[in-house]
């Protein structure tokens, strides 16, 4: 079966595409001297995350207790969730997390380091903690390094708990200021007689620049394996060539000379712009825009000039945010050279708990 056969919108992945994304990530990090744990809110599927361990990745980062539990219950044991966990509910299904995998979690507040340590010394385990540290995405994490150390050591003495080390999600551009932060927080750690045995830095912006920063163990990135057309437009990954999945749609209407409409709306392409004009590139027709969106609807606006849209007429989307889109789409379709070779449902979607 060719994708051109399959109907429309769904959601393609290039098989070729997507694996030289990972071996790419892989070979680099291996010679950088640090591991790979893939995000893997990105794709969502258990069987890309078993390829990503096969090829080399130490073990996987989730967003969620959610996606941890479709992970662990599809046979992967060792998870980093980079979430605090909040609430009695979560507590509890960390602590069954904690019973079948090697779960580690990040904190970076004394009520989640207690309600943590609360729960495990319950359960009688032991759980290994990293503080999320700021430097820079003004997102969580703890503010200083006198701060970062002090949660550690809060950690370090808390029953139930083990200080693993320091983790962080940086903001673009910043590998140098991101390292100087994590190095004045490791030394205030060490300062405090505790020792770092990971230090977890991450994205795929500024991936390939994780040898300047020479101080984390880990790295953690997560869109690398499909890439989309925000990471391109804005520099940070690689080019339209290296973007795996692709959205495809049908022209399903031209009421106008200056626009066409597409079956596939935020529903299929998420209305995430990320800063850009556009909610998509359409890879046959580049000059057309997809100006706004309704839910199954794509709003194409045709310049002068451009070709004329035809009704029935085939087109695939590189999406803006493709972590998004994943989580819109049941079923990812996974061909090699235009050939369907195999589905992936994906199973973690919707699991944002
Ligand atoms: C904590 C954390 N780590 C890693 C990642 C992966 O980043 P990216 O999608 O830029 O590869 C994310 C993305 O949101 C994240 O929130």
Redesign the pocket.
């Known amino acids: 079966m060719l994708v051109t056969d399959l109907d429309t919108p769904c959601a393609v992945v290039d098989l070729d595409v997507m694996e030289a994304n990972l071996r790419r990530c892989q070979s680099y990090l291996d010679g950088a001297g640090i591991a790979l744990r893939p995000?893997i809110?990105?794709h969502k599927i258990p069987e890309f995350a078993h390829l990503q361990l096969r090829l080399g990745a130490r073990g996987i980062?989730c967003?969620k207790l959610g996606e941890a539990e479709v992970m662990v219950e599809a046979g992967i044991t060792d998870i980093l969730l980079?979430y605090n966990i909040v609430g009695q509910v979560k507590l509890d299904r960390l602590v069954a997390l904690a019973h079948r995998a090697d779960m580690k979690v990040v904190a970076d507040s004394p009520e989640v380091v207690d309600g943590l340590s609360d729960a495990m010394h319950r359960a009688g385990l032991i759980l290994p903690v990293l503080v999320e540290c700021e430097t820079g995405a003004q997102r969580c994490g703890v503010v200083g390094a006198d701060a970062v150390a002090a949660l550690a050591q809060r950690i370090a003495r808390s029953p139930g708990l083990h200080f693993l080390g320091l983790?962080t999600?940086p903001r673009f551009n910043t590998v140098a200021e991101t390292a100087a932060r994590l190095t004045e927080a490791r030394d205030a750690c060490h300062r405090a007689g505790l020792d770092v045995e990971v230090i977890s830095n991450?994205?795929?912006?500024d991936?390939y620049r994780a040898h300047e920063a020479g101080i984390a163990t880990e790295h953690?990135?997560?869109?690398?394996i499909y890439s989309d057309r925000s990471l391109v437009e804005t520099k940070a990954y690689g080019g339209y060539d290296d973007c795996a999945l692709r959205v495809h749609a049908t022209v399903v209407s031209r009421p106008a000379q200056d626009r066409c409409v597409i079956d596939a709306g935020s529903k299929s392409l998420s209305s995430d712009l990320l800063g850009l004009t556009g909610h998509g590139r359409i890879v046959e027709h580049p000059e057309w825009q997809i100006a706004a969106l309704s839910e199954e609807h794509g709003h194409v606006h045709v310049p002068p000039g451009a070709a004329t849209p035809r009704i029935g007429e085939r087109v695939s989307i590189i999406p803006n945010h493709v972590?998004v889109v994943s989580n819109l789409h049941g079923r990812i379709h996974a061909a090699r050279g235009g050939r369907m070779e195999i589905y992936h449902d994906v199973a973690a979607r919707g699991k944002m708990q």
């Open positions: 995000h809110k990105t980062n967003q980079t983790m999600y991450g994205g795929t912006p991936l953690r990135p997560g869109t690398y972590c």
